[in-house]
């Protein structure tokens, strides 16, 4: 009897220990902390923190010089929003440069700044003069947050647009109350392109990048009491070599959350892609064939990437290709079908192809150049629904003419065209885009954030 009293005790005990073990390892609340924002968690967490506790409590500022077109541009932004979040410092956010040509290019601080400060304050008088609408104006300036959706931002940084229309140094300090630059600001001025790369493991005492000249640990920017850093360009997909898992996880969330949402935008990329049978039902393209100023990469290729382009499409959907629309009953029992006029447009299209033709997949392409160029031909060729902006959707346009730049008041339809070819292209089902383009990377970020891969 006492034995079987003793059992029982014991089991009663490893039952206990057990649901203790269980509670303590793996909490309920452990779903909740999903949802704790990257500020908080850093600090419970105490990852490397190089600060000094004497003054935690005065608000620190960081900025950059912007440069290039707008996916470089949005790339230093990422950049920037990191470093911000990793120092612990208000982010003076410069406006997206949107010009007619490509006028500002990467260059090291000193130069860039002259640029940026000449050729801005040059604008600032002829806009002035002869209305932002004159060929002459040459740039208008747009604030990140009328484009992209700033939740995550707004979540885990402090920033202040920065709007000094000139990118006036003096201008900025006088903002920031800064007296005395030499002792309130630190400026981190690259003399080559690619002067420094950031770390955020102390142990590395030498680049292992090449591209890059100098290495900066990001403790020691930390341990920066000055009121300002004052960084210049950014740019680059590898500008930081990340240790701590925290960090690689922040910047990749930074890059995930970089989303467009202006709402006429989206309306637009929507109407046009309910066209092509709507949202993950066609193949968006994009394909770069032309150069942009400086580099002379993609017109080089263009032909080239265009053949690859053909190979991934023949590859991937030669086995199981989608059929594009829902027409495979009316496909068998007919052959002379009639588009009709409140039809989609993909839909009329497949009816009014041969019937052998009918499983091709729906394709939209969108370009920096139009559907007559001689590089595409093969591709109409191969594919007989090919839809693009200009050729086929144009009229959709008409609700972008009237948006303007709540700054100056500048209409904003010439640099938003390619934003919705790229909203088109990325809510395709699949996205398949042209190698080393950072337009093309960004269309993908966009599609998986729409679709999923
Ligand atoms: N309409 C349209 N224009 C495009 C497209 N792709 C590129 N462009 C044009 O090409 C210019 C360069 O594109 P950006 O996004 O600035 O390219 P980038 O920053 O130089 O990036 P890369 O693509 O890496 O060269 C843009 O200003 C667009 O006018 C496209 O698919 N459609
Ligand atoms: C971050 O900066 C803010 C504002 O300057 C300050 O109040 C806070 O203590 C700082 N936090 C950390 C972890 O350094
Ligand atoms: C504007 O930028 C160009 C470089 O694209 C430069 O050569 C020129 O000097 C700048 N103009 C002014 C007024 O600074
Ligand atoms: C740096 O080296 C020290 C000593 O070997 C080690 O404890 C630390 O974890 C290292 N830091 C990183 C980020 O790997």
Known sequence: MSQRYFLFIITFLIIYLAVLYLIIYFPLSGQISNEISYKEKTSQLNTLSCFDSNDLNEEKYMTYLPHSGFNNQRISLENAIFLSWVLNRTLIMPPILLTKKSIIPHRPFNILYRMLNGNLTQNMITCKRRGVED????????????????????????????????????????????????????????????????????????????????????????????????????????????????NIKFLKSVRENMIINHPVLLNIGEKISEQ????????GIHLRLGDNGFDKKFGAKAEENVNLVLTKLSNEFESDVPSSTSLDEIEVSTNNLVPTKNMIESEKCIRSISPEQRHYPIIYLASDKPRNDVRFKKFFREFPCVFMLFSNFEKYLDQLKGVKNPRDGALLYRYFVPLIDGIVAARGFKFVGTPESTFSDYVARLHEYWVGS
């Open 135 to 246: 060929k002459s104006c040459m740039f208008t300036q747009l604030d990140w947050e009328e484009l992209m959706n700033f939740k995550f931002i707004k979540k885990n940084i402090r920033y202040i647009h920065r709007e000094d229309q000139n990118l006036d140094v003096n201008e900025l300090y006088s903002f920031l109350k800064i007296k005395d630059p030499e002792s309130q600001v630190f400026t981190l001025a690259e003399e080559t392109r690619y002067d420094f790369q950031f770390y955020d493991d102390e142990n590395i005492s030498k680049v292992s990048d090449d591209q890059f000249d100098h290495l900066i640990h990001i403790c020691s920017l930390q341990r920066r009491k000055e009121k300002l850093i004052h960084f210049g360009s950014i740019y680059h997909l590898n500008r930081f070599n990340l240790k701590y898992k925290e």
């Open 276 to 283: 092509l049978g709507g949202l993950g039902s066609y193949i």
